[in-house]
């Protein structure tokens, strides 16, 4: 079982930046499929971004492609998500997730799909 401990969320103007930050406990992390989703009030969680266990490979929701990108250092068993030109419909808690399958590409993944959420950080993005 991985713990995941989600940082750097907070308030920030549309059009501004915002680097998220999901750090993982455990000597494995080199060989998790890491990814981000995140849950406006009154919706579904939702995919928002994924990376395959050695960096090589990411993936995107369309509503954020261009804008968002995702990386992680193995070494700092540590997972980012750069936010760019963010937008008020951005806002959302963002977690932090391990994908149960090595081999994903996120196409149709599920929340049933996750093997460990983080605890979440806010995301408000202000007009």
């Known amino acids: 079982q991985v713990h995941l401990t989600e940082s750097g969320g907070g308030l920030v103007q549309a059009g501004g930046s915002l680097r998220l930050s999901c750090a993982a406990s455990g000597r494995t992390f080199s060989n998790y499929v890491m990814g981000w989703f995140r849950q406006a009030p009154g919706k579904e969680r939702e995919f928002v971004a994924g990376?395959?266990?050695?960096?090589?490979?990411?993936y995107y929701a369309d509503s954020v492609k261009g804008r968002f990108t995702i990386s992680r250092d193995n070494a700092k068993n540590t997972v980012y998500l750069q936010m760019n030109s963010l937008k008020p419909e951005d806002t959302a808690v963002y977690y932090c997730a391990v994908h149960r399958r090595i081999d994903t590409t996120w196409v149709g993944t599920t929340t049933a799909d996750i093997a460990s959420w983080g605890q979440g950080t806010q995301v408000t993005v202000s007009s």
């Open positions: 990376i395959s266990w050695s960096g090589g490979s990411t």
